[in-house]
């Protein structure tokens, strides 16, 4: 039984799959802090807000001006928080888009260049054919 679960963890797919998972928790951490870190703030400073703060309270012992505190005291509906995380979103997505897009124009660039390159064979019979006509032609010359 340990045999098979190490040929199974050792197969390409599933090494290949554990490092994608690590560098897409980290390459979702680099996101986080352009958003929160960049976007957010270069937002807040034109309107003088602060999404992260931005929240509805949904019952009436709530009156914090801050989302922590705002959460300690009751039901809160955290819209800027959303709004934060969907940026998030929108931002992995597109460069997930343009790496999919990039690596697809490089695939149809190399399968078109290795279609230039590599002329279909003849087939046989026809190969045989120009070979008897090539003797033949020789013979009367």
Same mark, same amino acid.
Request: positive net charge.
């Given at each position: 039984?340990?045999?098979?679960?190490?040929?199974?963890?050792?197969?390409?797919?599933?090494?290949? +799959? /554990?490092? *994608?998972?690590?560098?897409?928790? $980290?390459?979702?951490?680099? =996101?986080?802090?352009? !958003?929160?870190?960049? #976007?957010?703030?270069?937002?807040?400073?034109?309107?003088?807000?602060?999404?992260?703060?931005?929240?509805?309270?949904?019952?009436?012992?709530?009156?914090?001006?801050?989302?922590?505190?705002?959460?300690?005291?009751?039901?809160? +509906? /955290?819209? *800027?928080?959303?709004?934060?995380? $969907?940026?998030?979103?929108? =931002?992995?997505?597109? !460069?997930?888009?343009? #790496?999919?897009?990039?690596?697809?124009?490089?695939?149809?660039?190399?399968?078109?260049?290795?279609?230039?390159?590599?002329?279909?064979?003849?087939?046989?019979?026809?190969?045989?054919?120009?070979?008897?006509?090539?003797?033949?032609? /020789?013979?009367?010359?």
């Amino acid at each position: 039984m340990f045999k098979e679960f190490r040929e199974f963890a050792l197969k390409g797919n599933v090494v290949d +799959l /554990a490092i *994608g998972v690590i560098i897409g928790a $980290a390459f979702g951490r680099i =996101i986080d802090s352009l !958003v929160n870190d960049i #976007i957010m703030p270069f937002f807040g400073a034109l309107g003088g807000l602060d999404f992260s703060n931005y929240f509805f309270p949904l019952t009436k012992g709530v009156t914090a001006s801050s989302l922590a505190e705002a959460r300690r005291q009751g039901a809160v +509906l /955290a819209w *800027g928080n959303f709004l934060t995380v $969907a940026v998030n979103f929108l =931002i992995i997505a597109f !460069v997930l888009f343009l #790496i999919v897009r990039s690596i697809n124009t490089f695939r149809k660039r190399v399968l078109k260049e290795n279609l230039e390159v590599t002329p279909p064979a003849k087939p046989q019979d026809v190969v045989v054919l120009e070979e008897i006509r090539d003797l033949i032609a /020789a013979r009367r010359a």
